[in-house]
């Protein structure tokens, strides 16, 4: 039911609009009628995956025309002619889709190939292709299909003057994979694209945009409903992951590093009034919010806006875990954060205003590979207080210096990527080795974190020069450590259970074999999704986040009598010393960030400290004991200090009698 509608512009539509009263949110769109607008002339931009390229063996031989170096997110910028144009409905003031049309480079680029030839994309076309109104095939000269783009991102900018394509995913076409000899390329992102085009009105001029009152931001009280709030539930609808670049790779016996980002797609709860399905088929798939609020998706350093008078928008993370075949798991690999900065609101129930800008509700929205992969809009987890989807933009990567200006990040391809050591994605058929790829997102206010992500099945796979993840199966929301042991159903000698504290989610799993002989072996996992003792300076827009550790320790209870053989950890990571060190003392088994827990290193040296067990990470732990499990509490360690200094958890541990 239940939004109470104003009207900015037109008397008439104003009229309609205050003779509804109470208006269903799903009328909100519905009245508007959708206009047919086009566009032409402008420039546009392409930011090529070069590591990608040289894998591939294409290069760029030569570049005609080029406007100018680069934007903030490296862009290589061309003009376009004015002949032709592209043409695309509108409605709401946003742009719904493209209808037809194309649009003519001046200059462009000659690609080289690894056989001696060439592709020839000066003056290429841009066309819409036939059927699909959200692909634009890249035409080069001769009228062949090298490439297309994907995942578009636009918005109507510059008070409706310029449509504005902020990035998309430009792709290999069939007959581009087949060429390079690298058939398992076909639909691989291979640079990132934008454009700037100049808007013709038709139709009579724009529609006013509705704006709602109350606006249906997060805790904005429900108009008509008693004691209703609208409160924030996003959904990780579907995802796809992809190779964008390996360093030195040679296969499973190199020392090589990889790297991979997802084209990741979520949809916001539909719920309004009533409760149903927005990702039907999944135990997770129905919101427990009964109205659904709308979501803030507002460029970094736009300026201030509601609902927290800041550029509030939602980050993006992804991991790559790897199921041993003795029953442990491990991360193996983490990005980065990926900032937010428009949504396309495409398959919407109702928005309510500031047009990509905000997510509305039953809204969908899909961040493209390269748009993931983007180094200027990637900074370092370090950044962000997770429980509360704050940013600490004063003192970060963009704004070093607190100004209030974005300035360059210091980044390079490499800096935030989630690199995996290809030693780590070897395996053969039938080892008992698997892969689960996992993306979140994370929003303010979001009441539930575990349908904001999911995790899938992929297959590890080297081919000439380049690893990929083939064979994506078996999605689900929640998080991979919910694969591993499942918290409703854990299986004999297996537990998995949450630590849900106002400072963020943690959550502690156990597998527990028997060996035989009397011997057991303890598989733990420790997923630290959001947790973080935040120390900050200031307050938004001009938040410092000085630190934002989780977990400097993890333990669990050894009776006398127990033994306690092959203790171990697992960061994920290769380096020697990498790895938590474990001792015994006061009748606990625990592993530390710190070498003096356990101690390495020359006598009199200083401890080394390893990483804390931050938000977005998971750790594993492992012994073998002559103990069989029984129900008791593992101890999470606050990193930082505080109250509480500790967290316990329960969990599987060796009895304190012999079986």
């Known amino acids: 039911m239940k939004r109470l509608m104003l009207c900015m512009g037109v008397a008439l539509a104003c009229a309609a609009s205050a003779s509804a009263g ?3 949110r799903a009328s909100a769109t519905s009245t508007k009628g959708t206009q047919s607008w086009s566009a032409w002339g402008g420039s546009m931009g392409v930011r090529w995956n070069v590591d990608l390229m040289q ?3 294409i290069s760029i031989q030569s570049r ?17 002619r004015e002949a032709g144009g592209l043409d695309f409905s509108v409605r709401n003031a946003a742009l719904q889709k493209f209808n037809g049309g194309s649009l003519r480079m001046s200059g462009g680029y000659v690609l080289g190939l690894r056989d001696g030839s060439t592709i020839d994309l000066r003056d290429a076309t841009l066309r819409v292709r036939a059927g699909n109104p959200n692909i634009l095939d890249l035409v080069s000269s001769d009228g062949k299909v090298w490439f297309f783009t994907d995942r578009i991102m636009f918005e109507l900018a510059d008070s409706n003057r310029t449509l504005a394509v902020r990035a998309a995913d430009l792709r290999i076409m069939p007959a581009l994979a087949s060429r390079i000899g690298a058939p398992e390329a076909d639909g691989w992102e291979l640079g990132d694209f934008a454009m700037n085009t100049e808007v013709n009105i038709e139709g009579g001029g724009i529609e006013p945009e509705r704006s709602c009152s109350t606006y249906p931001w997060p805790g904005a009280s429900v108009p008509g409903v008693a004691g209703a709030t609208y409160q924030a539930d996003l959904f990780m609808q579907n995802f796809s992951t992809q190779s964008v670049g390996c360093q030195s790779c040679g296969g499973a016996a190199g020392s090589g590093t990889a790297a991979f980002a997802p084209s990741s797609t979520l949809r916001n709860n539909v719920n309004d009034g009533t409760h149903q399905s927005t990702i039907p088929g999944d135990p997770l798939g129905t919101s427990n919010a009964l109205y659904t609020a709308d979501v803030a998706w507002f460029t970094k350093f736009s300026g201030n806006s509601p609902p927290y008078n800041n550029d509030q928008h939602p980050y993006l993370i992804w991991n790559l875990y790897r199921v041993n075949a003795n029953g442990g798991i491990s991360q193996i690999g983490r990005s980065g954060v990926k900032h937010a900065f428009l949504t396309i609101n495409s398959g919407c129930i109702s928005t309510c205003g500031f047009a990509g800008h905000a997510l509305g509700l039953g809204c969908g929205d899909t961040y493209g ?3 993931n992969d983007s180094p200027s809009d990637m900074g370092p987890r370090s950044e962000i207080i997770p429980a509360t989807g704050q ?5 970060s990567i963009f704004d070093a210096n607190c100004d209030g200006n974005e300035g360059s990040n210091g980044n390079t391809a490499w800096s935030q990527r989630m690199k995996v050591p290809e030693q780590k994605l070897a395996h053969t058929s039938g080892d008992g080795i698997s892969f689960l790829f996992e993306s979140w997102y994370i929003a303010r206010d979001d009441i539930n974190i575990y349908n904001s992500m999911a995790t899938e099945s992929v297959n590890p796979q080297f081919s000439g ?12 929301l929640s998080g991979a450590i919910d694969r591993w042991v499942d918290p409703v159903t854990p299986g004999a000698n297996a537990m998995n259970t949450e630590l849900a504290a106002p400072e963020g989610h943690a959550k502690v799993a156990v597998k527990v074999t028997d060996l035989g002989n009397g011997k057991w072996r303890y598989n733990y996992a420790v997923m630290n999704f959001d947790f973080a003792r935040a120390e900050t300076q200031g307050a938004e827009p001009n938040l410092r986040v000085l630190s ?15 033994s306690i053989l092959s203790p171990a950890s697992d960061l994920g990571g290769t380096a020697l010393n990498g790895n938590w060190r474990s001792s015994i003392a006061g009748g606990q088994l625990t592993w530390s960030n710190s070498s003096s827990n356990g101690g390495i290193g020359s ?3 200083p401890p080394v400290v390893l990483p804390t067990l931050d938000w977005g990470t998971l750790y594993s732990f492992s012994f073998i004991s002559n103990r069989a499990p029984v129900a008791g509490n593992a101890t999470l360690h606050v990193a930082l200090a505080g109250t509480p200094a500790t967290y316990d958890v329960a969990t599987l541990v060796p009895s304190g009698a012999t079986r």
């Open 603 to 605: 006598p009199g040296s």
């Open 465 to 476: 020069s380049q690893w990929s993840l083939s064979s994506a199966s078996n999605y689900r």
């Open 548 to 562: 934002n550790k989780g977990f400097d320790s993890f333990g669990v209870p050894v009776a006398a009598g127990v």
């Open 391 to 395: 940013w600490g933009r004063c003192g």
């Open 64 to 80: 005609t025309g080029q406007l100018r170096q680069t934007d903030l997110r490296a862009h290589e910028w061309f003009a376009l």
């Open 369 to 371: 590979t390269g748009n």
């Open 22 to 24: 109470i208006t269903d």
């Open 55 to 57: 894998n591939l063996g």
